[in-house]
């Protein structure tokens, strides 16, 4: 189990967070893309080996949704890609 | 007799004798042996039958390095318990696992001849003709699994939690010497050994250390920040640092028996010591072949020598301070050394104890079959010799237990040849060391010194400089140092080569493993399942990869390592449970009235998301199918009244409220007026739906948005999402207020008469309280919020009030109700009301397929927005395939013939689904079945008729309109 540091709240355990998948960017407007890069948008992920920004959700606690940064190899985490996602 | 109690034995109370059965026989043994250690006293050696081939087996190991599982009887009915930790009880029964009909006469050796067609893989390949299914149940019950008693004991276990500063595992000289360190400079430690007493093999390997053991564990009383879990296991290093500990027997836990810790520590390190491997030859597994760590144990720990004439046969150092001691108990010992030239000083050792010892010779094959007789010798000129012996004491070298260190994943295994075993190397920033035997160093006293410098710097990593403390003098003893393997190449030899003890596997099963292809260490494992036994390859997983690196002409570095997982040795399932069990692990949710409808002979359903709800409320002699008619049929004929409280309910205010709503529905809601409600689609944006409910405006600035009970938690997560993520700028809270709220919903063509004898002191009529419009007032005394929606096809009125006030408005309009024949409804009957009514259910109809054309409710998607979530996947999706399934009635030839939900429909004659039956209920309107379901292209085959399947059953179904009932729905609106 993880320790995740909640922005809100401090370090807590994993269990507390429900992990929401890699922090793609906000949704763009529909009219902007073309329908490959629409299909992307919502289906590609990178699945990177290493340093990966990532999304929680702190449900069952303050309810702050914050983006980290987490190696997929060693699961150091850093919670400073704040301004990663939005 | 050959193996026999002799004098000493740290471990056992000879003043405590324990009588027990194994395999119905009696036997006796004392207080503190192990069931291994008193059936070897009495010269027990066949105790066991091998996984596959049931050849005969006795110990090898003395701890989790063995493998010999039995069944506990009694007390406590156990399967699978390993002898060699299994403490014997007075009147404790044990038997062998899979063997008829016991170990010594098993039946089960028939397998020995038929090993030709048990090669390595043989259930891929054996028994596929006719069909493996065939045999599973022959192969299973011959396996060596035991088998689970009927009256299984249930074990008393309890979970904790705990957190330290350095948690050090093992206490033999390197943990003992970490825990000092630690300890002293006031660092929050625990030290977790599996030992009764601390120590490790000190108290086996180095007779002179008992003193320094004893003051230290004087020491540790008098500090408190060190906290020491006996007979307790670290059997999981997870990310984080997070340790599994199992504890078994507390002493401060009364009754309990295993206590299964969670602990989270800042620097973890791993002191577990290191395994001896065995030595490969004909026949290495026969009752009599031992590890010779592990007939020193037996020694010195339980007062057990296990043979008079005992071959000590070695590739290394470590052995002769086995032989000496085993010599100096009165065996007639003799070593067989496969190198030419030994160091002097184990030479003089062997000498001063009457030890021969045979330089550059190695031991070929075993003889005997139940118990070992001889061994057959090539000795250092080329000649062969038969010695006879009744033990053969093995030693291959030792590897070192880092398992923990690479299950942390921070840790990568190298190659060591000093030791010719693998060590861990671990990343410099992980918080995590390993010292001791288990990162190679094998004499005590430099195992005390690396556990000190370890403890050392794993507190300067947290910012405590101390220093390490002062390792104790200490004779040298005989390590595992200038190892010389050597790993057979495959060739004809007589008999089997075993590697993997537990697993069964063989030399030339690897052989075969490598001759098909399996050419990765990984693929090698699970082919043959080396490794993969009760052991988990502590002794075997060396061997297997130094025999495939000489097989394949590869260096054993190349070949790598298996990955090491948790858990390290056994562990109780019931133990990892503790106290959550059922609804301690997942709770139920209740409504208000759940007392309510108990007393009322309700029988309860999951609703979803643990929600309790009637199901059907039973009358005398009625079964649950009549009872939701005759509750589906007061609904359509007259009234009645459901539990509605699980609905999700989710309070959505701010000025941007109306957004949102707009954004994530696929209809208009922004111009809703005030105490309107209307029925809305959520999709994901990979155009799918997520849920349905209908939403209404309470006011200018707040919404009530009802969702699916089983879709609540989905959709909050949904909006949360939206709302943080895409539109965090936007000012609006979502609230979830379910619980908040009880729901009394009161449906049928005679509600609104039964809602006026309840005392409202608002207008209800039709022109005020229209459908899909809402009202606030009272019932009487009862505070209520009304909501004109329908589930179930009949004019519905679903009174929301405060939770506290749910029962007794419920009893209120039971009681209004009665003159008109009012019903409860529980969840079967509801079922039957909305299929009939062809209102899709989230589960059911939405299968995660669907989109909102799919279901038929393409009117309600709005014309005017250019955007909402899913809008655009959905457009995409349409456009390039347009043919969907599509949501239809169906009604089966035979009018009373029911259909399974989730029934595939198939064309005759076809293989390719064409969709599936997702709803079929007995209509009561219709006096017949229905059924609702998707079917491909469906609206254009209106008439034609389709087949489900049943199990080898075709039934044939007309395609009609998905609606069965109140088609126009005047009732609904009335």
């Given at each position: 189990?993880?320790?995740?540091?909640c922005?809100?709240?401090?370090?807590?355990?994993?269990?507390?967070?429900?992990?929401?998948?890699?922090?793609?960017?906000?949704?763009p407007?529909?009219?902007?893309?073309?329908?490959?890069?629409?299909?992307?948008?919502?289906?590609?992920?990178?699945?990177?080996?290493?340093q990966?920004?990532?999304?929680?959700?702190?449900?069952?606690?303050?309810?702050?949704?914050?983006?980290?940064?987490r190696?997929?190899?060693?699961?150091?985490?850093?919670?400073n890609?704040?301004d990663?996602w939005? | 007799?050959?193996?026999?109690?002799v004098?000493g034995?740290?471990?056992?109370?000879?003043?405590?004798?324990?009588?027990?059965?194994?395999?119905?026989?009696?036997?006796?043994?004392?207080?503190?042996?192990?069931l291994?250690?008193?059936?070897?006293?009495?010269?027990?050696?066949?105790?066991?039958?091998?996984?596959?081939?049931?050849?005969p087996?006795?110990?090898?190991?003395?701890?989790?390095?063995?493998?010999?599982?039995?069944?506990?009887?009694?007390?406590?009915?156990?399967?699978?318990?390993?002898?060699?930790?299994?403490?014997?009880?007075?009147?404790?029964?044990?038997?062998?696992?899979?063997?008829?009909p016991?170990?010594?006469?098993?039946?089960?050796?028939?397998?020995?001849?038929?090993?030709?067609?048990?090669?390595?893989?043989?259930?891929?390949?054996?028994?596929?003709?006719?069909?493996?299914?065939?045999?599973?149940?022959?192969?299973?019950?011959?396996?060596?699994?035991?088998?689970?008693?009927?009256?299984?004991?249930?074990?008393?276990c309890?979970?904790?939690?705990?957190?330290?500063?350095?948690?050090?595992?093992?206490?033999?000289?390197?943990?003992?010497?970490?825990?000092?360190?630690a300890?002293?400079?006031?660092?929050?430690?625990?030290?977790?050994?599996?030992?009764?007493?601390?120590?490790?093999?000190?108290s086996?390997?180095?007779?002179?250390?008992?003193?320094?053991?004893?003051?230290?564990?004087?020491?540790?009383?008098?500090?408190?920040?060190?906290?020491?879990?006996?007979?307790?296991?670290?059997?999981?290093?997870?990310?984080?640092?997070l340790?599994?500990?199992?504890?078994?027997?507390?002493?401060?836990?009364?009754?309990?028996?295993?206590?299964?810790?969670?602990i989270?520590?800042?620097?973890?390190?791993?002191?577990t010591?290191?395994?001896?491997?065995?030595?490969?030859?004909?026949?290495?597994?026969?009752?009599?072949?031992?590890?010779?760590?592990?007939?020193?144990s037996h020694?010195?720990?339980?007062?057990?020598?296990?043979?008079?004439?005992?071959?000590?046969?070695?590739?290394?150092?470590?052995?002769?301070?086995?032989?000496?001691?085993?010599?100096?108990?009165?065996?007639?010992?003799?070593?067989?050394?496969?190198?030419?030239?030994?160091?002097?000083?184990?030479?003089?050792?062997?000498?001063?104890?009457?030890?021969?010892?045979?330089?550059?010779?190695?031991?070929?094959?075993?003889r005997?079959?139940?118990?070992?007789?001889?061994?057959?010798?090539?000795?250092?000129?080329?000649?062969?010799?038969?010695?006879?012996?009744?033990?053969?004491?093995?030693?291959?070298?030792?590897?070192?237990?880092?398992?923990?260190?690479?299950?942390?994943?921070?840790?990568t295994?190298?190659?060591?040849?000093?030791?010719?075993?693998f060590?861990?190397?671990?990343?410099?920033?992980?918080?995590?060391?390993?010292?001791?035997?288990?990162a190679?160093?094998?004499?005590?006293?430099?195992?005390?010194?690396?556990?000190?410098?370890?403890?050392?710097?794993?507190?300067?990593?947290?910012?405590?400089?101390?220093?390490?403390?002062?390792?104790?003098?200490?004779?040298?003893?005989?390590?595992?140092?200038?190892?010389a393997?050597?790993w057979?190449?495959p060739?004809?030899?007589?008999?089997?080569?075993?590697?993997?003890?537990?697993?069964?596997?063989?030399?030339?099963?690897?052989?075969?493993?490598?001759?098909?292809?399996?050419?990765?260490?990984?693929?090698v494992?699970?082919?043959?399942?080396?490794?993969?036994?009760?052991?988990?390859?502590?002794?075997?997983?060396?061997?297997?990869?130094?025999?495939?690196?000489a097989?394949?002409?590869?260096?054993?570095?190349?070949?790598?390592v298996?990955?090491?997982?948790?858990?390290?040795?056994?562990?109780?399932f019931?133990?990892?449970?503790?106290?959550?069990?059922?609804?301690?692990?997942y709770?139920?949710?209740?409504?208000?009235?759940t007392?309510?409808?108990?007393?009322?002979?309700?029988?309860?359903?999951e609703?979803?998301?643990?929600?309790?709800?009637?199901?059907?409320?039973?009358?005398p002699?009625?079964?649950?199918?009549?009872?939701?008619?005759?509750?589906?049929?007061?609904?359509?004929?007259?009234?009645?009244?459901?539990d509605g409280?699980p609905?999700?309910?989710?309070?959505?205010k701010?000025?941007?409220?109306?957004?949102?709503l707009?954004?994530?529905?696929?209809?208009?809601?922004?111009?809703?007026?005030?105490?309107?409600?209307?029925?809305?689609?959520?999709?994901?944006?990979?155009?799918?739906?997520l849920?349905?409910?209908?939403?209404?405006?309470?006011?200018?600035?707040?919404?009530?948005?009802?969702?699916?009970?089983?879709?609540?938690?989905?959709?909050?997560?949904?909006?949360?999402?939206?709302?943080q993520?895409?539109?965090?700028?936007?000012?609006?809270?979502?609230?979830?207020?379910?619980?908040?709220?009880?729901?009394?919903?009161?449906?049928?063509?005679?509600?609104?008469?039964a809602?006026?004898?309840?005392?409202?002191?608002?207008?209800?009529?039709?022109?005020?309280?229209?459908?899909?419009?809402?009202?606030?007032g009272?019932?009487?005394?009862?505070?209520?919020?009304?909501?004109?929606?329908?589930?179930?096809?009949?004019?519905?009125?679903?009174?929301?009030?405060?939770?506290?006030?749910?029962?007794?408005?419920?009893?209120?309009?039971?009681?209004?109700?009665?003159?008109?024949?009012?019903?409860?409804?529980?969840?079967?009957?509801?079922?039957?009301?909305?299929?009939?009514?062809?209102?899709?259910?989230?589960?059911?109809?939405?299968?995660?397929?669907?989109?909102?054309?799919?279901?038929?409710?393409?009117?309600?998607?709005?014309?005017?927005?250019?955007?909402f979530?899913?809008?655009r996947?959905m457009?995409?999706?349409?456009?390039?395939d347009?043919?969907?399934?599509?949501?239809v009635?169906?009604?089966?030839?035979?009018?009373?013939?029911?259909?399974?939900?989730?029934?595939?429909?198939?064309?005759?004659?076809g293989?390719?689904?064409?969709?599936?039956?997702?709803?079929?209920?007995?209509?009561?309107?219709?006096?017949?079945?229905?059924?609702?379901?998707?079917?491909?292209?469906?609206?254009?085959?209106?008439?034609?008729?389709?087949?489900?399947?049943?199990?080898?059953?075709?039934i044939?179904?007309?395609?009609?309109?998905?609606?069965f009932?109140?088609?126009?729905?005047?009732?609904?609106?009335s």
């Open positions: 189990m993880l320790l995740i540091p922005p809100d709240c401090g370090v807590r355990p994993e269990n507390e967070f429900q992990c929401l998948g890699e922090a793609v960017t906000s949704r407007e529909p009219a902007t893309l073309d329908d490959a890069q629409w299909a992307g948008y919502i289906h590609e992920r990178a699945n990177r080996r290493g990966h920004v990532e999304r929680w959700w702190h449900f069952a606690c303050c309810g702050m949704i914050f983006a980290l940064s190696d997929t190899l060693t699961h150091a985490v850093s919670a890609a704040q990663a939005r | 007799m050959s193996a026999r109690r004098a034995g740290s471990a056992i109370d000879r003043s405590r004798e324990i009588a027990f059965t194994f395999d119905r026989r009696p036997f006796r043994g004392y207080a503190g042996d192990t291994a250690s008193a059936l070897l006293a009495q010269d027990e050696l066949l105790i066991a039958r091998s996984f596959k081939l049931h050849r087996r006795g110990v090898f190991g003395a701890g989790y390095d063995d493998a010999v599982m039995v069944d506990r009887l009694a007390p406590r009915p156990a399967a699978n318990q390993l002898a060699t930790v299994t403490a014997i009880e007075d009147g404790a029964a044990y038997r062998s696992v899979s063997t008829f016991d170990a010594s006469r098993d039946l089960g050796a028939l397998a020995q001849f038929f090993a030709p067609l048990l090669p390595a893989g043989f259930y891929y390949k054996t028994f596929m003709r006719p069909n493996w299914r065939l045999f599973e149940p022959f192969v299973r019950a011959a396996a060596g699994l035991g088998s689970v008693p009927q009256e299984a004991w249930r074990p008393v309890e979970s904790r939690f705990g957190d330290c500063e350095l948690l050090i595992a093992g206490a033999g000289p390197a943990g003992l010497a970490a825990a000092l360190t300890a002293q400079a006031g660092a929050e430690t625990i030290l977790v050994d599996d030992g009764d007493e601390p120590g490790g093999r000190l086996i390997d180095c007779a002179d250390a008992t003193g320094w053991v004893n003051g230290l564990s004087q020491a540790f009383t008098s500090l408190p920040n060190l906290k020491i879990l006996r007979r307790s296991t670290v059997w999981a290093l997870h990310e984080h640092n340790l599994a500990v199992l504890e078994r027997a507390p002493r401060d836990g009364a009754g309990l028996d295993f206590r299964n810790w969670k989270r520590a800042r620097q973890v390190l791993v002191a010591g290191a395994h001896e491997r065995g030595l490969l030859f004909a026949d290495n597994d026969r009752p009599g072949i031992m590890l010779a760590s592990a007939a020193r020694l010195m720990r339980h007062g057990v020598l296990c043979g008079e004439r005992i071959l000590v046969c070695t590739n290394n150092d470590s052995a002769y301070g086995a032989a000496v001691t085993l010599a100096a108990a009165g065996a007639d010992v003799a070593i067989v050394d496969t190198r030419s030239a030994p160091a002097q000083s184990c030479l003089d050792a062997a000498k001063d104890s009457g030890v021969d010892v045979l330089p550059g010779s190695r031991i070929v094959a075993a005997g079959r139940r118990r070992v007789s001889g061994a057959d010798i090539m000795l250092a000129d080329g000649r062969s010799r038969r010695i006879a012996c009744d033990l053969i004491a093995v030693s291959g070298g030792w590897n070192p237990a880092y398992h923990l260190a690479s299950q942390s994943r921070r840790a295994s190298v190659w060591n040849d000093e030791i010719s075993s060590v861990a190397r671990c990343e410099t920033d992980a918080p995590l060391r390993v010292a001791g035997a288990a190679g160093v094998f004499a005590a006293s430099d195992c005390a010194a690396d556990g000190a410098e370890a403890a050392r710097s794993a507190l300067l990593a947290l910012g405590r400089t101390v220093d390490p403390a002062p390792p104790p003098e200490l004779a040298d003893a005989f390590v595992a140092q200038s190892v393997p050597s057979p190449q060739g004809k030899v007589r008999g089997k080569t075993f590697v993997d003890l537990s697993g069964d596997v063989t030399t030339a099963d690897l052989a075969l493993a490598l001759r098909e292809g399996y050419d990765s260490i990984e693929l494992k699970r082919y043959t399942t080396a490794g993969m036994g009760v052991d988990q390859g502590k002794t075997g997983n060396v061997n297997v990869i130094g025999v495939v690196a097989m394949a002409g590869k260096s054993v570095d190349a070949v790598g298996t990955t090491f997982r948790p858990p390290y040795a056994p562990v109780e019931g133990a990892i449970a503790g106290q959550r069990r059922g609804a301690r692990l709770p139920w949710r209740h409504t208000p009235l007392r309510w409808h108990l007393a009322n002979g309700a029988v309860m359903y609703a979803g998301l643990r929600w309790q709800r009637p199901g059907y409320y039973s009358k002699g009625e079964n649950w199918e009549a009872a939701a008619q005759r509750e589906a049929r007061a609904v359509r004929e007259a009234v009645g009244v459901y409280a609905l999700g309910k989710l309070l959505i701010g000025p941007d409220a109306a957004a949102l707009d954004l994530v529905y696929v209809g208009d809601f922004g111009k809703l007026r005030p105490g309107r409600g209307k029925y809305g689609v959520m999709m994901s944006d990979d155009g799918l739906v849920d349905d409910g209908v939403t209404f405006r309470l006011n200018d600035r707040e919404w009530l948005l009802h969702a699916s009970t089983g879709a609540a938690d989905r959709v909050y997560a949904h909006l949360e999402q939206v709302l993520i895409h539109r965090p700028h936007w000012r609006v809270s979502v609230i979830p207020v379910t619980s908040q709220w009880a729901n009394v919903a009161i449906c049928g063509p005679r509600a609104r008469e809602l006026a004898c309840l005392d409202p002191d608002f207008d209800i009529s039709r022109d005020a309280l229209p459908f899909m419009g809402m009202a606030e009272r019932l009487g005394d009862i505070p209520v919020r009304v909501f004109r929606v329908s589930w179930t096809g009949e004019a519905s009125f679903e009174l929301n009030t405060p939770a506290r006030h749910a029962e007794e408005l419920w009893r209120r309009v039971m009681t209004a109700g009665a003159p008109f024949g009012i019903a409860p409804v529980g969840s079967e009957a509801n079922h039957i009301l909305r299929v009939e009514a062809g209102y899709i259910s989230i589960g059911h109809e939405v299968d995660g397929t669907a989109d909102v054309y799919d279901l038929g409710l393409g009117a309600i998607v709005s014309r005017n927005k250019t955007d979530i899913g809008k996947a457009e995409i999706r349409r456009r390039t347009p043919v969907r399934p599509e949501l009635g169906f009604l089966p030839d035979d009018p009373q013939r029911k259909i399974p939900e989730g029934a595939p429909i198939v064309p005759i004659g293989t390719d689904q064409e969709g599936f039956v997702s709803a079929c209920v007995a209509s009561v309107a219709l006096g017949r079945v229905v059924a609702l379901g998707l079917l491909r292209d469906g609206r254009a085959r209106r008439g034609q008729t389709v087949h489900a399947h049943v199990r080898g059953e075709t044939a179904l007309r395609v009609v309109d998905p609606v009932h109140d088609a126009d729905r005047q009732r609904v609106k």
